[in-house]
């Protein structure tokens, strides 16, 4: 009898972790309160969500979509314009999409289903229940009876998105991070144009005195157009004009650089808003569940970061318990080893979202910092520091997926070179993981980005753990 698996909600994190666990044998049950394809913020997808999405069989479909192809940002901030070309720093492989997100989002659900979970969408889960400090179950209202359901799990998957079921609702230790009290107001323009020296299809961001713009260039030459800021400012602002829409538009009056990018763009009617305010569970994980996705935390818009953390932690989740199934590691090793790298990612891009946020100091200053995080130095050498490319490296996920892939537990000498194999081995690793299922002759892997395809996986220094990705998914442990 195969293990049970309950994942709550359907979204990126979720499906990832579905898809996963129902392709490796387990019975995986998934619940999500709305029916989709649902609306969704967060177009913008950072480079290593290609490889995840390629892993768990939906590139294909996604590729199909037609999506703008993102190849890296410029950013406006302060007095300076910066690029971050991810084809020029790693090579033509290191890529991703500007996507609408009620399709991208249908597209890997119906993968999940596609790879055998089942999933029934309008089902809203209730609770989840334990037995003393073990999950062991939910509570959830059947979406054609309207009947209160219960079923027992061998492990759950709270992937509930910000409701966050299990750290929010049941533990209560899911707490708002001061520093990113953050609003977001937006709209989408037909027609408009991105800053000079933009890399192909990359997002524009666009500082201003109390805030950020976004500019995304969706298929079909809609702009997807945004501005950040603290709460407390953007309810001053809200004072000052009589609806939603005069405020959009006066925003964008006040920046030329973006008022200059839609001037030859139509605005098409519909202001949406949403209140961006970053948390952080005490614990990302506990015996029988894992929390993934913005269950567990959310950080804030600004470097695109949160598809990323959402299919990275339902790819860890179904590693780590497709590892306890099968007797690879210990339980509680495996939450370990969950805990580790899913935190060190969210708070390694925290301090690099917030050292961006002081506009006033420069591209050398951040690209120092995120050498610092990347590369883990104690301080700050700049002789040393190929700061652009540590930069690029946690703006495009690629980090979190070379700190689980082959680095942490080699020398840091050969950490610059990290990078380009770690987009390419996953990518290798999905490649063969089809060959195997379809018996197929092989073909160049999908990542055209330079390096060698023969690195470790996944690695997590902490509990001496790395992720195998083939020929099935778990976890390994070190000689």
């Known amino acids: 009898m195969p293990s049970t698996v309950l994942v709550i909600g359907g979204g990126p994190a979720g499906s990832t972790a579905a898809a996963l666990l129902a392709r490796a044998g387990l019975s995986v049950h998934l619940l999500e309160r709305e029916t989709f394809p649902r609306y969704h913020i967060g177009e913008s997808i950072a480079s290593s969500c290609r490889t995840i999405v390629d892993y ?27 690029a971050i070309d991810w084809a020029k720093i790693f090579g033509t492989g ?52 309207g009947e209160s359901r219960i079923g027992a799990y061998d492990f759950i998957v709270d992937a509930s998105g910000r409701a966050g079921l299990i750290p929010s609702q049941h533990f209560k230790h899911r707490r708002p991070t001061e520093t990113f009290r953050n609003v977001a107001i937006w709209g989408y323009w037909q027609g408009g144009s991105l800053l000079p ?18 500019v995304i260039p969706l298929r079909g030459d809609r702009y997807s157009v945004g501005f950040v800021c603290h709460q407390r400012r953007f309810l001053e602002r809200r004072r000052e004009h009589e609806s939603l829409e005069a405020m959009l538009a006066s925003l964008i009056e006040e920046s030329p650089s973006v008022r200059g990018l839609l001037e030859n763009g139509t605005y098409q009617p519909g ?28 950080l804030d818009p600004l470097l695109s970061t949160g598809v990323h953390l959402a299919l990275y932690s339902g790819m860890l989740a179904a590693a ?17 080893f969950y805990e580790s790298l899913y935190r060190n990612a969210y708070d390694r891009l925290f301090t690099l979202v917030a050292g961006v946020y002081q506009q006033q100091a420069g591209k050398e200053a951040y690209f120092g910092l995120a050498d610092a995080l990347v590369n883990e130095r104690g301080e700050i050498e700049y002789e040393k520091v190929d700061g652009a ?68 996986d996944l690695f997590d220094s902490v509990t001496g753990l790395y992720l195998r990705t083939v020929p099935t998914l778990g976890i390994g442990r070190t000689r």
């Not at 933009?198 to 005195?209: D, E, H, K, L, R």
């Open 56 to 82: 768990v069989g939906a590139l294909d479909e996604v590729n199909a979509r037609g999506y703008t192809e993102k190849t890296g940002v410029l950013l406006r901030w302060g007095k300076e314009d910066w």
């Open 94 to 145: 290191v890529r991703s999409w500007q996507v609408d997100r009620d399709e991208f989002d249908h597209v890997l659900l119906n993968n999940a289903v596609k790879q055998g979970a089942e999933v029934v969408q309008g089902a809203e889960v209730k609770k989840v229940l334990f037995d003393g400090d073990r999950a062991v179950g939910a509570e959830w209202v059947d979406p054609v009876s």
């Open 197 to 214: 020296g933009s890399p192909s299809g990359g997002i524009n961001v666009i500082s201003a005195p109390d805030g950020w713009y976004w």
């Open 271 to 298: 202001v949406r808003v949403e209140q961006d305010f970053s948390y952080v569970s005490d614990s990302f994980c506990g015996p029988g569940y894992f929390a993934a996705g913005d269950s567990a935390c959310f």
């Open 320 to 336: 780590s318990i497709l590892a306890t199934v099968e007797g690879e590691v210990g339980e509680e090793e495996a939450r370990a």
């Open 389 to 456: 490319r540590a930069f690029a490296q946690l703006v495009a996920g690629i980090a979190d997926m070379d700190d689980a892939m082959e680095g942490r537990h080699e020398s840091q000498a050969d950490s610059s070179t990290h990078a380009d194999n770690s987009v390419n081995q996953l990518f290798l690793a999905a490649e063969q993981a089809r060959l195997m299922a379809t018996g197929n002759t092989p073909k160049a892997p999908v990542s055209e980005a330079p390096g060698k395809l023969d690195a470790h």
